[in-house]
């Protein structure tokens, strides 16, 4: 099991950036898929980018081409690169981390992303 604790969160204007981190404590990090969702008041937590033990990432159709996740294995760190940010970004971040073999799921508490003028 790992424990997630997010940061990098805060309010910024549109077309601005943002980084957001993931620190994981715990061990095997490595085989952990990692994994950035997000929740804006009133609306279902929907997946933002995803980098898999494979190495391999997704995105969804509303950030390609403005966010990047990375990781960093020797650090048990997860980021999410914001770019290009809208209003319609603004919601709670939070990390996650499921078990390649169990399946078993871990949250961070969020970030919250602010994207206003």
């Known amino acids: 099991q790992v424990q997630l604790v997010e940061s990098g969160g805060g309010l910024v204007q549109p077309g601005g950036s943002l980084r957001l981190s993931c620190a994981a404590s715990g061990s095997f990090f490595s085989i952990y898929t990692m994994g950035w969702y997000r929740q804006a008041p009133g609306k279902q937590r929907e997946l933002v980018a995803i980098?898999?033990?494979?190495?391999?990432?997704g995105y969804a159709d509303s950030v390609k081409g403005r966010f990047t996740i990375s990781r960093d294995n020797a650090q048990n760190t997860v980021y999410l690169e914001m770019n290009s940010l809208k209003p319609e970004d603004t919601a709670v971040y939070y990390c996650?981390?499921?078990?390649?073999?169990?399946?078993?799921?871990?949250w961070g508490q969020g970030t919250q992303v602010t994207v206003s003028s």
């Open positions: 996650n981390a499921r078990h390649v073999i169990t399946t078993r799921e871990n």
């Open positions: 980098f898999t033990s494979a190495g391999a990432t």
